[in-house]
């Protein structure tokens, strides 16, 4: 097993190593912290206990009044990397844990006290619990809002232990994530970065591209079950730039919700808690043909949906498009600029699965050679890659029957908060297919977390 930094990019190192994080400041000093020998005295209660306290119906903050009381817990979370900002996130136990939550501080430079595995203490009286962004939070009721401990009150409210202990991560497969291990440590096994993220002609870094605002977001997915979620990355990080693992393998993090409370992410304290094992990827198998990609002076079929103005017209060349849930959601027509284009989006829609497909009339593929299908391809409002390409050299007429062939078409990866700038051709070499093919866009979304919108157009088989 090697670490991750074996692989990160002499150039995402150097802009690593020049960098200087907005997180990591010298404008505030660390304080002498209390610290208790073991056999802490005061009332406990328990980190499950005190969320009962919140009222999910009125979402009021509950302020703790003469309780007297305090919870225990593990820090798991580490601002090191600057991944984590002004805050603590503490679990009930080292091993097997069963709650979480996290702590406002106004303070960074958090992990030269409370590092990571510290046990601490935490004083409830004058602390307010919140529910913000997916998850619980304790602070200090600033009006209608939950805000930092202010470092004045930190030594009054956090007590630090003699206690270190080893956290022994969670092992979950990511089609088991749900609210009980929310801000609890994980480790997901047998897991890969998308495909689409990490292909030679363009490789993304955790968070440092143009489209990242705050937070990067980068599918991973078990190799497993199938089963996707995202590593979250700060833009404040120190490891923003490096160059996302191309290989498989283990992740360990903290298992929380995005800002907008979305869907589940797993935050990293550091790269060095990705293992990857070098050559590993688990991919499903695609068609491959061969790596030609020159235009041949045939044109056996093409579609630039000029004229389709509604779904009717469409249905009327030949194309099938369906849902197969028997939702309303198609693949629909789409105009920018005089320019159409069909579209397809699970947002808006209370389709949870929607899966539609998309269908060109038959090809025939008999009197060519070196046969190449381009498509271009736009991704807007990217929340994880959703679109597939698929070819048939037996289309039933139902795509569930049918037996499908991936190709290795290149889906991009579009901004997270608004339409992608520009169509992104795909070239994939078809040659080694003979008679009639049917060529299958498969869209598999589900709102209200899975919405990513696609344009497709410009399809186009060439041949000599």
């Known amino acids: 097993m090697e670490r991750f930094k074996k692989y990160s990019f002499l150039g995402g190192l150097v802009v690593v190593l020049f960098m200087n994080s907005c997180v990591k400041t010298d404008d505030f000093s660390v304080p002498e912290s209390n610290i208790t020998e073991d056999g802490f005295e005061g009332n406990l209660t328990s980190i499950s206990g005190i969320k009962g306290n919140y009222n999910p119906t009125t979402g009021d903050i509950y302020t703790f009044n003469n309780t007297e009381a305090f919870i225990e817990g593990f820090v798991i979370s580490s601002d090191e990397a600057g991944n984590f900002y002004k805050k603590l996130i503490i679990q009930d136990r080292a091993s097997n844990p069963t709650s979480g939550i996290q702590i406002l501080v106004d303070n960074t430079s958090l992990f030269s006290t409370y590092e990571f595995g510290r046990k601490i203490y935490v004083k409830l009286d004058g602390l307010s619990l919140g529910f913000n962004n997916g998850v619980f939070q304790l602070g200090i009721q600033n009006r209608e809002n939950v805000v930092a401990i202010p470092l004045s009150l930190l030594d009054e409210h956090i007590i630090r232990s003699s206690i270190t202990s080893e956290i022994e991560p969670i092992s979950l497969d990511i089609i088991e994530f749900n609210e009980a291990y929310r801000n609890l440590f994980v480790r997901l096994e047998n897991v890969q970065f998308n495909k689409n993220l990490i292909r030679d002609e363009k490789r993304f870094t955790f968070a440092a591209e143009v489209t990242d605002r705050f937070d990067g977001e980068r599918q991973i997915e078990s190799c497993s079950t199938g089963s996707t979620s995202f590593l979250s990355t700060s833009t404040f990080s120190d490891f923003k730039s490096l160059l996302l693992p ?193 060529v299958a866009f498969k869209y598999l979304g589900a709102a209200p977390d899975k919405t990513t919108t696609y344009d497709i157009d410009n399809i186009r088989i060439t041949g000599n």
């Open 246 to 438: 191309q290989f498989s393998g283990s992740v360990e993090g903290v298992l929380t919700r995005n800002f907008y409370d979305d869907h589940f992410v797993v935050i990293l304290n550091s790269p060095e808690d990705l293992q990857f094992d070098e050559g590993s990827r688990c991919d499903p198998e695609f068609l491959k043909c061969g790596q030609n990609e020159t235009v041949g002076n045939k044109v056996l079929f093409e579609e630039n949906f000029v004229g389709i103005s509604n779904e009717n017209i469409l249905d009327g060349r030949g194309w099938t498009n369906v849902n197969i849930y028997g939702g309303n959601e198609r693949f629909e027509d789409g105009i920018l600029n005089s320019d159409r284009f069909i579209r397809i989006s699970a947002y808006g829609t209370s389709e949870n699965p929607l899966e539609a497909w998309l269908i060109t009339p038959a090809i025939n593929l008999n009197n060519s050679v070196n046969e190449i299908l381009s498509v271009d391809i736009k991704s807007s409002y990217d929340n994880g890659v959703l679109l597939s390409v698929l070819i048939s050299k037996a289309f039933t007429g139902n795509p569930r029957t049918t037996e499908w062939q991936l190709l290795d078409a290149n889906i991009p990866i579009g901004p997270s908060n608004q339409y992608g700038p520009s169509f992104k051709k795909s070239m994939i070499d078809i040659s080694c297919l003979e008679g009639t093919i049917h």
